[in-house]
């Protein structure tokens, strides 16, 4: 791609970062535009500083940022169920601690330029604890979940561009983890099970959303 085309798309995704930035404050979440990834890191490094247990959703979002490390070298206990060799009681614990924990990071499957976050889940630990429970919550959106339309485009969009690779990832007997398309499956490992549409901040909870000027996850 030449440089001025590279820049003026970079422009473009700054323009619709920082409207939806906007939005989602008047809709009374603490929301930020961040132009990279590594400025997403530094912010949740700050706002951990005062957390003792930190609970991680399973985005590929925050695994990018590669926050493992930097947390248990401050000496902060990590709540993650996706670690490998948990036996399944193990990460059921883990899940229902994540709920109550000081800081909960996050993906969203989508988020509105209208400043609503979407997302659909299989178990239901990630949605729920992105509405209530920890005492922080950060939610991180890369620039390719910021959706220009309504609910419905948002869950089009999870459909079509997240769900399917997120079974793949998750190794689920889904159609669409071999087709790449959803057909709205039957299959016993089905990961789309709960839809969530967070519209404004819930009242008692203190979520902070990071809308980032990069691709972040899927
Ligand atoms: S409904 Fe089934 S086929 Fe469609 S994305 Fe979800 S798991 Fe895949």
């Known amino acids: ?38 400025e997403a890191a530094e912010y949740i490094l700050r706002e ?44 059921k614990t883990v899940m229902r601690r994540q709920q109550s924990c000081d800081l ?28 209530y429970g920890p005492e922080k919550i950060i939610v991180l959106a890369g620039r390719n979940k910021v959706v220009e339309g309504d609910i419905g485009e948002a869950l089009q969009r999870i459909h079509n561009e ?3 690779p997120n079974a793949r990832r998750l190794d689920k007997k889904t159609p669409c983890a071999q087709s790449g398309f959803c057909c709205d499956c039957d299959s016993p490992e089905r990961i789309c099970r709960v839809i969530t549409v967070i519209e404004r901040k ?10 980032v000027n990069e691709d972040m996850g899927l």
């Open 1 to 38: 791609m030449q440089e001025r085309t590279r820049e003026l798309n970079k422009w473009l995704s700054a323009q619709k970062c920082q409207a939806t930035v906007e939005a989602l404050k008047r809709n009374n979440f603490k929301a930020s535009y961040l132009a990279t990834g590594a």
């Open 162 to 164: 997240s769900a399917p």
């Open 48 to 91: 951990a500083a005062d957390a003792q247990s930190i609970g991680f959703g399973g985005s590929l979002s925050v695994a990018d940022l590669k926050l493992t490390q930097p947390l248990l070298d401050a000496g902060k206990e990590l709540l993650n169920h996706g670690v490998a060799g948990l036996t399944p009681e193990q990460k």
């Open 202 to 211: 819930p009242s008692a909870s203190d979520i902070h959303v990071l809308v």
């Open 104 to 131: 909960f990071l996050t993906g969203t499957n989508a988020v509105t330029t209208g400043g609503s976050l979407v997302n659909i889940d299989g178990v239901g630990n990630r949605v729920s604890a992105m509405i």
